[in-house]
């Protein structure tokens, strides 16, 4: 196994004309410390279908390729979907044939599209995209057991957060639906190119049951957006309209319990759900 090295990153770049966009939140590992701790964190097995999303040069899916039974890679630039299997032939002959690129945008595959069932997730994901990308994948793909991702510090902190905290808010909420989450540790600067403006993070997910609710997880859902498009005001004040009126949002929060001049980020997941069961009950 040969992974990417700095020299290796830049002269593949080269070789394809590549400019890292913005658009598409492109960063390059060229570390290969910095992917073999990742694959060590997610703990992967020989069993183990792991689905990479933004593989990019293919610095992380080297890594991958040995300790797993297979990579669905899921690449959204047309160019580097081209590449990827060639750089994998070429550096791992031996592991090629367990490597599946789909060319499609992350937000919109699901499994038919990937033409497996993964079981882990472990990507350096794209920051503009990183959490939307978690929540859809965790939606559309049950088989997803357990994850490990690379994403901006401030957004791994954001999914880790728990109740109370100044950060907690709607990703930490809509991630803890599916998955218990937190942080794996830091990631420097350095060991990308283009070198990043912002720090990263590693971020744990282990897959657990939603909570035991009648309401739909659409229903929580909107619960969550509307709890904090108006943080700081009281629940009873920030439901009203997603409830009807403040009348009818006091009576869901004192039907589940919540005491209706909390605010959101006292709450867990689990409290909402049965904040959204006891309004659908109301207007049944």
Same mark, same amino acid.
């Given at each position: 196994?040969?992974? =990417?090295?700095?020299?290796?990153?830049?002269?593949?770049?080269?070789?394809?004309?590549?400019?890292?966009?913005?658009?598409?939140?492109?960063?390059?590992?060229?570390?290969?410390?910095?992917?073999?701790?990742?694959?060590?964190?997610?703990?992967?097995?020989?069993?183990?279908?792991?689905?990479?999303?933004?593989?990019?040069?293919g610095?992380?899916?080297?890594?991958?390729?040995?300790?797993?039974a297979?990579?669905?890679?899921?690449?959204?630039?047309?160019?580097?979907?081209?590449?990827?299997?060639?750089?994998?032939?070429?550096?791992?002959?031996?592991?090629?044939?367990?490597?599946?690129?789909?060319?499609?945008?992350?937000?919109?595959?699901?499994?038919?599209?990937?033409?497996?069932?993964p079981?882990?997730?472990?990507?350096?994901l794209?920051?503009?995209?990183?959490?939307?990308?978690? =929540?859809?994948?965790?939606?559309?793909?049950?088989? =997803?057991?357990?994850?490990?991702?690379?994403?901006?510090?401030?957004?791994?902190?954001?999914?880790?957060?728990?109740?109370?905290?100044?950060?907690?808010?709607?990703?930490?909420?809509?991630?803890a639906?599916?998955?218990?989450?937190?942080?794996?540790?830091?990631?420097?600067?350095?060991?990308?190119?283009?070198?990043?403006?912002?720090?990263?993070?590693?971020?744990?997910?282990?897959?657990?049951?939603?909570?035991?609710?009648?309401?739909?997880?659409?229903?929580?859902?909107?619960?969550?957006?509307?709890?904090?498009?108006?943080?700081?005001?009281?629940l009873?004040?920030?439901?009203?309209?997603?409830?009807?009126?403040?009348?009818?949002?006091?009576?869901?929060?004192?039907?589940?319990?919540?005491?209706?001049?909390?605010?959101?980020?006292?709450?867990?997941?689990?409290?909402f759900?049965?904040?959204?069961?006891?309004?659908?009950?109301?207007?049944?």
């Amino acid at each position: 196994m040969s992974l =990417l090295g700095p020299v290796d990153v830049r002269a593949l770049a080269e070789k394809l004309n590549l400019r890292p966009t913005k658009k598409l939140g492109q960063n390059f590992v060229i570390d290969g410390g910095t992917v073999r701790r990742i694959v060590r964190l997610a703990d992967v097995t020989p069993e183990d279908v792991a689905i990479e999303v933004g593989p990019g040069l293919g610095s992380l899916t080297l890594a991958l390729l040995p300790e797993v039974a297979e990579v669905v890679a899921v690449e959204i630039d047309p160019v580097l979907a081209e590449q990827l299997p060639l750089t994998v032939a070429e550096r791992a002959p031996e592991a090629a044939g367990r490597l599946r690129v789909v060319h499609a945008d992350a937000l919109k595959v699901g499994p038919a599209d990937l033409g497996v069932a993964p079981t882990v997730l472990v990507a350096n994901l794209p920051y503009n995209v990183s959490v939307p990308v978690v =929540l859809h994948l965790l939606q559309v793909l049950p088989s =997803l057991r357990r994850g490990l991702v690379m994403v901006q510090s401030e957004v791994a902190d954001r999914l880790a957060a728990t109740p109370g905290s100044r950060i907690y808010g709607v990703p930490s909420l809509k991630a803890a639906w599916y998955a218990d989450v937190r942080r794996a540790g830091p990631v420097g600067r350095s060991v990308f190119w283009p070198v990043p403006n912002v720090d990263s993070g590693l971020v744990s997910l282990v897959r657990r049951d939603p909570p035991a609710t009648t309401a739909t997880r659409e229903e929580v859902f909107a619960a969550v957006d509307a709890a904090f498009a108006q943080r700081r005001k009281t629940l009873r004040a920030a439901l009203a309209s997603w409830a009807g009126s403040a009348a009818a949002a006091e009576k869901a929060l004192v039907g589940a319990g919540i005491d209706p001049s909390a605010r959101g980020e006292q709450l867990r997941i689990e409290d909402f759900a049965r904040i959204a069961e006891h309004r659908a009950a109301a207007t049944v």
